[in-house]
């Protein structure tokens, strides 16, 4: 529809350079300083985040490829366009909004879910009804740990389950609010364990055996971590 708005009839991408997209690939190989070998869900991720920082800024010194003078067909204004728009009506600062703010909760998520693995390794978990409720099979929850894997054919990285994360945020949302209320107490660490304990259920542990141990675990290394 664009290309038609501007009197184009016929379109030929043979004749197109291929210099952008050999460049933009040679992007995705130097992701993470080496990403030569994707799997699907690393490449679908990687590819997202270029495609749209392609957007927002076309060129930067840091790039292994000469500067490219072209200017591209679409970009993210004309994307979220309010006169554009076949949809309900929404403004540009609106749309702005919702953007950023899928952003920030999306870094959340997943610096959360980094961190979260960080403390689960703490554990030194040795029970597999333990292993199996903090950790869990790589997911979207996951994207920056794939990320930081030295090898794409063996993982090292511990990838925690959701509801290690969801408890992980627990812990650290109370802390927070607790020192900023009750910085000054005594005996802050117990008492911000006895407020998160008798707050939350926590049933996302499977393991009554080693439950109670495991968890005052967690908790502390989260609340020292976040100090």
Same mark, same amino acid.
């Given at each position: 529809?664009?290309?038609?708005?501007?009197?184009?009839?016929?379109?030929?991408?043979?004749?197109?350079?291929?210099?952008?997209?050999?460049?933009?690939?040679?992007?995705?190989?130097?992701?993470?300083?080496?990403?030569?070998?994707?799997?699907?869900?690393?490449?679908?991720?990687?590819?997202?985040?270029?495609?749209?920082?392609?957007?927002?800024?076309?060129?930067?010194?840091?790039?292994?490829?000469?500067?490219?003078?072209? /200017?591209?067909?679409? &970009?993210?204004?004309? +994307?979220? $366009?309010? #006169?554009?728009?076949?949809?309900?009506?929404? !403004?540009?600062?609106?749309?702005?909004?919702?953007?950023?703010?899928?952003?920030?909760?999306?870094?959340?998520?997943?610096?959360?879910?980094?961190?979260?693995?960080?403390?689960?390794?703490?554990?030194?978990?040795?029970?597999?009804?333990?292993?199996?409720?903090?950790?869990?099979?790589?997911?979207?929850?996951?994207?920056?740990?794939?990320?930081?894997?030295?090898?794409?054919?063996?993982?090292?990285?511990?990838?925690?389950?959701?509801?290690?994360?969801?408890?992980?945020?627990?812990?650290?949302?109370?802390?927070?609010?607790?020192?900023? /209320?009750?910085?000054? &107490?005594?005996?802050? +660490?117990? $008492?911000? #364990?006895?407020?998160?304990?008798?707050?939350? !259920?926590?049933?996302?542990?499977?393991?009554?055996?080693h439950r109670s141990r495991v968890l005052e675990k967690f908790i502390i290394i989260t609340i020292r971590c976040s100090?």
């Open positions: 529809q664009i290309l038609k708005g501007q009197g184009v009839k016929l379109l030929r991408p043979r004749f197109f350079s291929s210099d952008p997209i050999e460049n933009f690939f040679g992007q995705v190989r130097a992701y993470n300083y080496r990403n030569n070998d994707p799997n699907c869900h690393s490449f679908q991720s990687t590819f997202k985040s270029l495609l749209i920082t392609r957007f927002l800024q076309f060129h930067k010194d840091t790039f292994n490829c000469e500067d490219d003078p072209a /200017n591209p067909i679409l &970009n993210l204004k004309q +994307l979220f $366009n309010e #006169k554009e728009s076949s949809g309900p009506g929404h !403004s540009v600062s609106s749309i702005e909004k919702i953007v950023e703010q899928a952003r920030r909760e999306r870094i959340n998520m997943h610096s959360r879910a980094f961190t979260a693995g960080w403390v689960v390794r703490k554990l030194q978990l040795s029970c597999d009804v333990c292993k199996k409720s903090f950790t869990s099979d790589e997911n979207d929850l996951h994207e920056w740990i794939s990320h930081r894997e030295f090898s794409k054919n063996k993982n090292r990285l511990c990838y925690p389950s959701e509801g290690a994360v969801r408890c992980f945020g627990a812990v650290i949302s109370e802390t927070n609010e607790y020192l900023e /209320n009750n910085g000054h &107490n005594n005996n802050i +660490l117990q $008492n911000i #364990k006895s407020l998160i304990v008798s707050k939350y !259920s926590f049933d996302f542990i499977n393991c009554t055996e100090q």
